[in-house]
């Protein structure tokens, strides 16, 4: 008898995200997100599953029109429906806004995906660092 080796699934790819430490001040960005591509489909739902399990189930989804070009109304993501907003605020062009009821709001900085490695963790650096 003969045993096929089956290949292991392919890994997921690591979630680039650096959030800023809850000192109980208020900031105008609570850290920031390098996704992998402009297909929000593909990966809202890997930052929503790397997101820290005290902000709870984030029901609602803000994003600049500019930055995530196709948005659907809302989406299914880990058998909970997320209802996804577009803006076109001048204010917010790379930021995405996330809500939790009862929880909380959290707006990411969105890092470029074409951004070089280099530039792209100075942005995040900045944007998670507890001295804004």
Do not use: C, K, Y
């Not at 997921?12 to 109980?24: E, V, Y």
């Not at 109304?73 to 790379?94: D, E, I, K």
């Amino acid at each position: 008898m003969t045993t096929a080796l089956q290949s292991p699934p392919p890994a997921r790819p690591l979630l680039r995200l650096r959030l800023a430490s809850r000192s109980g001040m208020p900031r105008p960005i609570d850290g920031a997100w390098w996704p992998r591509s402009s297909d929000l489909t593909t990966e809202l739902p890997l930052l929503l599953a790397g997101l820290p399990h005290g902000w709870g189930h984030i029901t609602s989804v803000t994003v600049h029109g500019a930055t995530w070009p196709a948005v659907p109304g809302r989406m299914l993501v880990f058998n909970q429906v997320v209802r996804l907003r577009r803006t076109v605020a001048v204010s917010a062009p790379h930021t995405i806004v996330l809500l939790a009821p009862g929880r909380g709001r959290w707006d990411l900085l969105v890092v470029p995906p074409d951004t070089t490695e280099e530039a792209a963790g100075l942005l995040m650096e900045a944007a998670a660092d507890d001295r804004v």
